[in-house]
């Protein structure tokens, strides 16, 4: 059905392709693509609301993969017609879908907190920068932009614990010395500062 359907779609047939999509549904509603292919079949037809609406339902479904949830999302970014603004925010909602479905999967929680980062929402980034390292905390690029989350929003005690961990783990980068004599700076532990950035020099 879902073959017929694309073969409709190819020859520019939108409205017979649209009936075997909704056969497919009646099929099996539970379909993991179903929903990322209507999402694209409304999009082609300028129908943003329902484009979106079907992405929703498709990313609530768990059934389909943490993978293809994350490429379509950033397929988002490259849509011309649709404008920036409606993409942010509805790439926002698709993320935090993500998290409450995929709560287990570091990727889910990253995205989201880039997402959150992007907007300026820096003390929700940060708290889903932190949960990516609790599952996973490997990934030095994640403890630098938690870092920045928590230095934008001013959170002096956790730059500081959190830098310390950083170096610890990762002593030959740079970033993590200079955060943690900011954190030590915005205490007045100066001489604690001047030892931690000689020490990153």
Known sequence: LSMIAEMYMGNSEADKAFMFYQKVLDVNPNDPYIRITLADFYQQKDDIDKAFENLQQGYLNPELDLDTKIQVLMGLFEL???????????SRKL???????HPEKPA????YADLLYRDSLYTEAAEEYTKVIKIDSSRYVVWEQLLFSLNNNTQTKEITNVSKRAINLFPKQPIPYLFNAIGHFMVDSTKAAIDILEKGL
């Open 95 to 101: 993320a935090s879908t993500l998290v409450k479905i």
């Open 108 to 111: 889910s929680h990253a995205i």
């Open 80 to 90: 011309k017609k649709i404008p920036v603004e409606r993409i942010n925010t509805e």
